[in-house]
Each structure stands twice: as structure tokens, then as C-alpha cells.
């Protein structure tokens, strides 16, 4: 398995993706090869947080022109991570009645890792 610092490249910071973050959905460029439960684990580890599910998109470079020969910018692989954003302590009834604290450690952004700045 891959290492998650291989997985996921960099993060996309634009307006839009600024956004999406209200909503617990942030946006990286990940590696070519990269499948979902790669990038799910990879998020989770990186960051701490509990990884609700994970789109993908694949980007084709775009023809440009560099002086008169044709040429092609890089293609890209994006993917949008939505988190939990409701991570809060529950309770339960476990065994002989007696209610249970369930440990909700999971971080509910990833503002500190440099989003939102």
C-alpha cells in the first residue's frame, strides 16, 4: 500500500472549493493511480478526521501553444473528501442496561492543516 503522503498531492484552493468546505468537502489533487479507499485512508490518517465518502474526477491536459508548436498541459486526478461534520459523544444501552459513552475523537474540519487561511 501506498504511503498516504503519496496518495494525496495538494489541496485545490480556489473560491469554490472555499465554499464547500461550510459543508465538510475539501478538495485535493491526488495521485493518477489512486483508487477511493486509498484516498479515504490516506485523509483519515493524515488528518484525523472520519472520511464519509470520496468522489473522483480525472482531468485531460489542455492543448496550448508554446510559440507555434503545439503543446499540452499536465492532466490531473481531483477528488473531493466529504467529512463528518456532526462527530459528537453518543450514548447507548450496552449490556445489562447500563448506558454506554461512545468516544467520538474525530476531528470535525481540517482548517489547521492550511484551509480557510
Known sequence: MKSPYDVIIKPI?????MAITEEG???FVVA???EKPEIKAAAEKLFGVKVVSVNVANFDGKVKRLRNKPGKTAAYK????????DSVEGTYL????????TGAKNKTSIEEFGFGQ
Open 13 to 17: 484552493i480556489t473560491e469554490k472549493t
Open 25 to 27: 468537502k475539501y478538495t
Open 32 to 34: 493518477p493511480d489512486a
Open 78 to 85: 481531483k477528488a473531493v473528501v466529504t467529512i463528518a461534520t
Open 94 to 101: 450496552g449490556k445489562g442496561g447500563k448506558a454506554v459513552k
